[in-house]
């Protein structure tokens, strides 16, 4: 099924957090807290300004971003686990080279 959001709407696939710490300590799954970090998995056309055009979103479909814990509704679509939400929720787009760096 394909799904296309809203207005400024974005659809978000949490990314899963290590499940061992970096000294090595396994962490169970209860203890574990929702990720605030996702990938961006459709975009909606944007948002109508005062002057009534519509304004494009910054972030596109592959953007890596950071959100807050509480943000957005969070829908099950195709059984797969996804948020909604305003791209004002969004706190902000993670780079491919600070990723990388992170990795490392």
């Known amino acids: 099924m394909a799904f296309r959001p809203l207005h400024d709407r974005v659809v ?3 990314i899963e957090a290590e499940e061992k710490t970096a ?6 799954d209860t ?17 109508r300004g005062d002057d009534g055009k519509i304004h494009a979103l910054d972030v ?5 971003v950071l959100f807050g814990k509480w943000s957005g509704t969070e829908v099950k ?3 797969e686990d996804l948020i909604i939400m305003k791209e004002s929720d969004i706190m902000g787009i993670i780079e491919s ?8």
Do not use: F, H, N
Not at 23 to 28: A, R, T, V
């Open 23 to 28: 000294g090595g300590i396994i962490i169970p």
């Open 12 to 14: 978000i696939r949490r």
């Open 77 to 79: 679509l195709d059984g």
């Open 60 to 64: 596109k479909t592959g953007d890596r």
């Open 31 to 47: 203890a574990k807290e929702k990720p605030m970090e996702g990938e961006v998995i459709a975009v909606g056309p944007g948002a």
């Open 97 to 104: 080279a600070a990723a990388s760096r992170k990795a490392a």
